[in-house]
């Protein structure tokens, strides 16, 4: 038995509770620090299981005994892409820094804070403190959004609550249905897929579309995605990247859960897959409605995630694979493109497409990231993304035939609404924006770091793929 | 892996650019040395090895492997070495063309790692190399048309190129994911014998498309002329010679499966349309580049029309000389730009024969694409009429006779762009012109001259063509009877051209009367075809963000209804005792007459 997950949970809660502790100026310093050492811990994991070549860990920590909970961490090759992701992302986040520099220390501790609620949610093998880190999580970026946010970021945080307390509390619910309704008596995630079978079915679709819905605000998912734009628009950088990055893929992880879990989501399957379609094709028509270049970003989050939600309605093992590897890429990536777009508002006080014009000539490296990010989120060979696609849409098509492959489209669409805005805010150098600040070392190093790994992990796939049991 | 051997130097050369970029001189000589060492190596593959496939995993997935393969077929190897021979000579030429100094690192970045696509996509033996590189290449001829930053147009015509070019892209995906579904492979060779299904059926239209977006067919023609914004050096290699060509050449190594399916018909009917498109804007336009684009989508759209015939060696003889001869006249409208102070309208353009040196290789350029004899051009252009050259039914004699047609006119536009440019210039004009013309830079006048070399040498090829290359397919032969039409369309052509701008210039020949312009214009049209998918699509974007928005403001409302509820029920205990007394009083009255009543 390991410690290295507790390790990873205790060094970032612990980082978070001295930044809170100690004074500003050292917060991005432990921030730096816990994050890092989360990050060390997951590249040791990597390398261990990739000579290993498999890779499957459990931990289990007293917890509440008189209710027979405990603690329970596990890692498979799917949750552990998604706390790699994790890892990855709450560095850069923290690395990079908001470049507005505004209330370090709160950022930071929350960052930290997120960060544990995110390993721990992806490694539990427990439902009942999967609902626990799901609801640290939540509250901790509804403070990210609700502090540190811009003007009109209390509708928008109160808007995000609203809703995540509305799955948040469906989600329990359906806990609850799972913890009475199996023959154990259990919250543990593997005894529960083992007894699965004995719930009656129309208990069983009851749960299964309870803990749907959940997750599916979470996702977000066509009619209940309200929530993102406005919560990505008003969240700070930092929260941006966060939110879209990782807290996107709670929900998408959850439907990876209760698809694994419920064998009652075969004969759900189809709908669903049309339901995210839809959410697809829908978000990118409404996309090449918007000029905010962060809402531009916050709606292709729904088209990924829409995706990815058709690759895990395929259940078959490239789908799995294959949306676990796109939650990575599109994690890493929007990160990147999040942060782009946050350090563009700061240089040049707009993100208005119709206002800044040729940021790639008075800021060469946001803009060229920026670049770099649209090319991963269309699934450019040689980016992370492209090897999610190729495992997605094999899945995709497995399933569901050549329809299967009509989630492309939005992609289409949305590839090239972004090469317009690369071209109208980006390229185009005639009369461009005045900067009206700059950046600093640490967000460029940002910037090297999120895209470095967006590469790394689209020219070795195998460093994801090595460890994989299909 | 030997083979992708070819493409490091220009890769490394690519990053030392980004690196070295302060260093301007030093950059040209890098990128030019890079692609000479890559050309080495071409040549060193096609010496020492034959037609071997090699493969390297890329990634596994469970049992199965995806790989990284690459082939030295000879007809991949044609490819790989037309496209290692163009490279040297185009940075030489940018040497003397592109000397803003801030732009060299960018520039020669992007160029050599354009090269390093090409050069993998000519040795990709399977969909993931091919696919990698087909991306490639779109991306960076998106950001070489674009290269001029400070140019709207320019812009504008680099986003009409990517929105196309993603439509191939997203094509192509799904084609090589539906063939991989069904036959578990992303091998070329494996498919050529693979048993006909609908999702190979559906699979190969869809290459079909992407190949059309790529080679810039009819419907997707439009954003080839645009792309005449970026710098010429990158029309010259790109939009000619060897970008454009990655469509057809995609078909030709897939032509034995499109022949399985009985679907080769296909690229028949949209090449003649094309031809057509093409020939008779290049004959309307007066873009100096864009005749020279225009006249590309035909030479593409005749391969496709090879390729549709089955001709396969007729489509790699034009494939091959064409590359020569369009090169050569892209870098010959360079030099004009440039000695005219970048002046794109050819009705501008003047004094052409004051340098000999550009001038000859204009002439032989244009005695090559119009189809003169002894010319490559020439066998390459009859070759193709000869396969249609078939009169056992009415469409292929409207199809012999709509070539024919697209032969007249490129060989009369051709030789207006010859013509039109020798014409003495304005006395105020003529000094400068004059000057410019002979202080062209001798390293944008010696490319040309080798291209020129190679036009006349590639005649060869009709010969040994089928010694060289084994391919499927009927074999080429020009008949006397093909001379002869061939010969006289072209002398037609010559003569109407020499007649409507050499002897009536003299007349004061200008813009307004030049009858032919409306007539054949269709350029516009198609674009207008463009504007209104657009707006189709834009439409629908409204429609569906309105619908979006105004289902968010309504669960806005309801909340806020909500709140204002609640608000206005706060007043029933807002602990004012008068207020209680009063509504009791006023309750009880209501009982008492309630029940007096």
Partial sequence: ?470 | MLALLVIVPLVVAAFLAVILRSRTTLVRYVALGASVISLLIAVALLLTSSNMVQQFIWFNVGQYAVHISTTTAPINLMLLLIVAGITPLIFAYSIGYLKTPSEQGRYYFEMCIFAASMMLFSISANFISLFIAWEMLGITSYLLIGFWQYKPKAQLAARKAITTIIIGDVAMLIAMLLIWSTYHTFEFLALYSAAATPALYAAMLLIAVAAFTKSAQFPFTEWLADAMEGPTPVSAFLHSSTMVKAGVFLILILAPIYTNLHILNLFVIFGIVSALVGAMNALAEHHIKRILAYSTIEDLALMFIAIGFNALYAAVLLFIVQAFYKALLFMSAGSIMTAGDDEEDLFESFNSTKNRGLFITMVIGTLSLAGIFPMSGFFGKAAIDSVAANFSSLPNIILYVLLSVVDLLSSIYIFRWLFVPMRKAPLEKAFTLNINYRTLPKSMLIPPTILAAFVIIGSVFYVTLTNLLPLGGLPVSIGVSDTVVETILVLAGLAIAYLLYVKMRLSGFTEKHEVLRGAFNSGAEINVLYNYFAAFVMLSANVVWRFDHYIDRLLYYSGMGLVEIGNRLRRLQNGQTNLYVAAFMLGLLALILLFAL
């Fill in chain 1, 1 to 470: 038995m390991t410690i290295l997950i507790g390790l990873m949970l205790l060094f970032s809660a612990l980082a978070s509770i001295l930044i809170l502790a100690l004074d500003q100026e050292l917060s991005k310093r432990i921030a730096l620090a816990g994050s890092g050492i989360v990050l060390a811990i997951t590249i040791w994991i990597l390398v261990t299981s990739l000579l290993q070549g498999s890779l499957s860990m459990g931990e289990q920590y007293p917890y509440i005994s008189a209710f027979d909970i405990s603690l329970q961490l596990q890692l498979t090759p799917i949750s552990f892409i998604l706390v790699l992701m994790t890892a990855i992302v709450a560095f850069g986040a923290v690395m990079a820094g908001n470049p507005e520099r505004v209330r370090e220390k709160a950022a930071n501790a929350l960052i930290l804070l997120f960060e544990f609620s995110a390993i721990g949610l992806f490694a539990s093998a427990n439902l009942f403190i999967f609902f626990i880190f799901w609801d640290i999580g939540v509250i901790a970026l509804f403070f990210m959004i609700n502090i540190l946010g811009s003007a009109n970021r209390r509708y928008a945080s109160i808007k995000f609550i609203i809703y995540e307390i509305f799955a948040s509390s469906l989600l329990l619910l359906g806990i609850m249905m799972i913890y009475f309704y199996t023959p154990v008596h259990s919250f543990d995630i593997g005894a529960i897929t083992s007894a699965a079978s004995t719930i009656p079915q129309a208990t069983q679709q009851m749960i299964f579309i309870l803990m749907f819905i959940a997750f599916m605000v979470n996702m977000p998912l066509f009619p209940l995605h309200f929530w993102l734009p406005d919560a990505h628009t008003e969240a700070s950088t930092q929260g941006s990247m966060l939110l879209s990055g990782v807290l996107t893929k709670f929900g998408a992880y959850g439907m990876l859960l209760i698809f694994t879990m419920f064998p009652i989501a075969s004969s759900l399957a189809i709908p669903i897959a049309l339901l995210a379609g839809f959410s697809t094709i829908y978000s990118a028509f409404v996309t090449m409605m918007q000029h905010d270049i962060k809402r531009v970003i916050a709606y292709t989050t729904i088209i990924d995630m829409g995706i990815i939600l058709v690759a895990i309605a395929a259940m078959n093992s490239f789908g799995t694979y294959g949306a676990a590897y796109a939650m990575f890429a599109h994690g890493i990536t929007i990160a990147l493109l999040f942060l782009t777009v946050g350090c563009m508002h700061h240089i040049f006080g707009s993100r208005d497409m119709r206002v800044v014009k040729g940021v790639v000539s008075r800021a060469a490296s946001t803009g060229y990231s920026f670049i770099m990010g649209v090319f991963g989120v269309t699934g450019v060979p040689l980016t992370a993304g492209f090897v999610a696609d190729v495992l997605i849409f094999i899945g995709a098509i497995q399933a569901f035939g050549l329809a299967g492959a009509l989630p492309l489209i939005g992609l289409l669409m949305i590839g090239a609404f972004m090469y317009l805005v690369i071209n109208r805010s980006f390229m185009m150098t005639k009369e461009p924006s005045q900067p009206v600040e700059y950046i600093g070392i640490e967000q460029q190093l940002g910037y090297a770091f999120l895209m470095g790994s967006m590469l790394l992990f689209g020219i070795f796939p195998f460093l994801l793929l090595g460890f994989a049991n299909l």
